[in-house]
């Protein structure tokens, strides 16, 4: 394995982070070889699961031993952004052994994002269903959002982008295009779903362009969000159910050739994000740490960065920022996903064609 020693004094091999806090790091390399990963979730035994957006579903076990790929999924389409993408396990997993997978899926008028979930039996996903699809499928490669969060209800919050071309009907609600949805277990729209009556009543907030980052606040179970914004639009939202968040009406970015989107940044009856990033950081996964390994780092929130490839930390009081650091980033990786594992560490993955399973642990 490899390691690398983060300090707030060093340099070289001896990497700058955290100065401001005095926090001391090691960062070890735990597998290699993964197929472009793009979410990885924990089982309470230690071991995690990890999505390849070109490969498949992975076994890791706690010293990094990658299983073969776990069968029983549907086959994703791999064109573009899409793939084998988001997953979540069951909050009682001990007791369900089941797992949730956001996929980009073909079929008529093209492909959407799906979340199917089956129970994990040694190398594969048994009875496996259904429990979302997003309508309409339509032919674009893009922004196929595929984050899964469960909230404290046990209820499932999937992200769902604008699909690229079909920005307009983010703001529309008879369709998935630039959403947030809310569904049971078991696939079925949450009974005080604020769309509950309408064409697409799994709606629970919009406006939004392609959420790659979605999680669970661990005190307030508010669920946060990160949008994958244009150039110089990526933003952090607290959702509320029913809500706007006005892609494409209303923006910080512009197009990345430049050219206006529009010219509003407020408009009434839209939320406004809680932080947006100008350039933009293409961010991508999202999570707060509450673990025992890193006392001063207790409630901040993590989120990856796939143009600077740096783990970016927010220093956070309640829902204030209160201060931003880049970490990880003399690493050099595109950073796709990063979560807390049942040892209170953080773990990162990396897009890479040899993708890698990082470990973020206090120096020994």
Known sequence: MKKYLFSALASGLILS?????????????????LKHPWGIAFLPDGSALITERTGGLRHMKPDGVLSEPISGLPEAVTKGQGGMLGLAVH????????????????????????????????????????????????????????????????????SLGDRGSFKERSQETD?????????????????????????????????????????????????????????????????????????????????YNGSIITDETEMDGMRQPLIYWDPSIAPSGMTFYNGDAFEQWQGDLFIGSLKFRYLKHLEMDGDKVVSQRNLLEDLDYRIRDVVQGPDGNLYVITDAANGKVLKIHPTK
């Open 17 to 33: 982070a955290q100065s401001a806090s005095a926090v001391e790091f090691e960062v070890t390399e735990l597998t290699n070889g």
């Open 175 to 255: 369709a998935h295009f630039g959403k947030v949805v809310r569904v049971t277990q078991d696939g079925q729209a949450v009974a005080d779903n604020p769309f509950i009556n309408g064409p697409a009543p799994e709606i629970y907030s919009y406006g939004h362009r392609n959420v790659q980052g979605m999680t669970m606040h661990p005190e307030t179970g508010e669920i946060w969000t990160h949008e994958h914004g244009p150039k110089g639009g990526d933003e952090i939202n607290i959702l509320s159910k029913g809500d706007n968040y006005g892609w494409p009406s209303i923006t910080y970015g512009v197009n």
């Open 91 to 158: 909050p009682n997993f001990a007791e369900t052994n089941e797992v949730y997978v956001c996929l980009s899926v073909a079929g008529e008028g093209g492909q959407s994002s799906e979340v199917h979930k089956g129970t994990l039996e040694g190398g594969q996903l048994t009875n496996v269903s259904r429990v979302f699809q997003a309508l309409p499928k339509v032919d674009s490669a893009f922004h196929f959002g595929c984050r899964v969060t469960f909230d404290k209800k046990g209820d499932v919050f999937i």
